[in-house]
């Protein structure tokens, strides 16, 4: 039983940056795909970046390629989502997520979410 906390989120402005953390209890990171994923006003629940513990391999939506990036301390049991070059369009609740499955880009595969950081980008 895997528990999730974000953190980080605010109002930056276009072209700005924010880290998100995502604190982990209650399981082994090394057992699970960590993905960030978020949902903007009038939409669905779309992927974001991921991270695969064992693998040590990351994937990235096309959307935030360049921009974004998602990386982990094992010591803090966190993951983080560094986000630069933030534009308006980013304006969204981000949330972490973990999975055991296989399917990073799909929300439905993930078990485990926290309770969401809203990050909202000003033109």
């Known amino acids: 039983q895997v528990q999730l906390v974000e953190s980080g989120g605010g109002l930056v402005q276009a072209g700005g940056s924010l880290r998100l953390s995502c604190a982990a209890s209650?399981?082994?990171?090394?057992?699970?795909?960590m993905g960030w994923l978020r949902q903007a006003p009038g939409k669905d629940r779309e992927f974001v970046a991921g991270?695969?513990?064992?693998?040590?391999?990351?994937t990235y939506a096309d959307s935030v390629k360049g921009r974004f990036t998602i990386s982990r301390d094992n010591a803090k049991n966190t993951v983080y989502l560094q986000m630069n070059s933030l534009k308006p369009e980013d304006t969204a609740i981000y949330y972490c997520a973990a999975t055991s499955r296989a399917g990073w880009a799909n929300p439905q595969v993930y078990s485990y979410w926290g309770q969401g950081t809203q990050v909202t980008v000003s033109s």
């Open positions: 991270i695969n513990y064992s693998l040590r391999s990351t």
């Open positions: 209650g399981g082994m990171l090394s057992s699970y795909v």
